[in-house]
């Protein structure tokens, strides 16, 4: 049995270094100088990884088939600014009021949120990796409403570390994904919680089978077995980027149905096939604010 390569120190501080280093360049920034930095960034990573650019034309022409040369290209330095944009926001998000925070957020259903939680099991928002996600957190623990939320364990240790006190900051609990992760969740649905899970992409490639975007792939059985096991409604909901300055605009997409039709395998593998169209739904919706840099089918390159 090989034993695991050796960390490499130096570089782990360095990377959390540049993080920290980032964001407070970020948080010290004026506003407006902190969109154009941004941009910058979009742009340069774009160009940096021709790999992770043709992983992103690949999920584009998926999401809106007509993209095809100028359009396609325009639209994956998008996805790279977005995704900029995502990480300087994301930074500056913590010294931030709330009333700047409220006056540039608009939602549509969000009596969705307050009707599933009157049931007293909690909710579960099952998101993709799409525009500025952190900013609808901050609005709605502004708001009162406590949230937990799931995140991939990052490597190294101290650079999740970094980022779940950066989530704490904005007031949402972090748990990483893992064998506790369960059990944290079953606590916040317990105590009538909020739990958000980005669900657009398998990332154990141990889901659920489902036709995704017109491909087979899989994606997490989470949000489907958590609904029915604890009668948490499951709601599909979206966050994008406006063209107006710090403008976000939420999608909460009404719940889906957990009604029980046959054994929990086949009801998790059907409730979980609903997700996946409600997904497409809000991806087709601004396919370039989609911060899907992976393989995500088993056609694709390194999947």
Not at 251 to 272: F, K, S
């Amino acid at each position: 049995m090989t034993e695991p390569a050796p960390r490499n120190r130096a570089a782990d501080a360095a990377t959390v270094g540049a993080y920290r280093l980032g964001s407070l360049a970020a948080r010290l920034m004026p506003g407006p100088v902190a969109s154009v930095a941004a941009t910058s960034l979009g742009f340069g990573a774009g160009f940096a990884s021709s790999e992770r650019r043709s992983m992103i034309e690949r999920h584009l022409r998926r999401a809106d088939p007509t993209l095809r040369g100028l359009s396609l290209r325009v639209a994956a330095q998008q996805a790279f600014d977005s995704y900029a944009r995502y990480y300087v926001e994301s930074f500056r998000l913590p010294s931030l009021s709330k009333r700047t925070v409220a006056r540039s957020f608009s939602v549509d259903g969000f009596d969705h949120i307050p009707a599933a939680l009157e049931q007293g099991n909690g909710c579960i928002f099952a998101l993709p990796h799409l525009g500025g996600w952190e900013w609808a957190g901050r609005w709605m623990t502004d708001k009162g409403y406590k949230l937990t939320v799931v995140v991939e364990a990052l490597e190294p240790p101290e650079l999740f570390e970094w980022f779940a006190n950066l989530r704490k900051e904005l007031g949402m609990t972090v748990v990483p994904t893992g064998p506790g992760a369960a059990a944290a969740v079953m606590k916040a649905l317990r105590e009538n919680e909020i739990v958000c899970l980005l669900c657009d992409r398998d990332i154990e490639r141990n889901g659920v089978e489902v036709e995704f975007f017109g491909e087979r792939t899989t994606l997490p059985a989470g949000p489907a077995m958590l609904g029915l096991r604890t009668g948490a409604p499951v709601l599909p909901v979206g966050v994008y980027f406006t063209a107006a300055y710090n403008g976000h605009h939420a999608v909460v997409r009404p719940p889906l149905p957990l009604d029980r039709q046959g054994g929990l395998r086949e009801d998790v593998a059907r409730i979980t096939q609903l997700l996946a169209h409600e997904l497409e739904v809000l991806i087709r919706r601004a396919p370039e604010q989609w911060h899907l840099f992976q393989p995500n089918w088993p056609s694709d390159p390194g999947y």
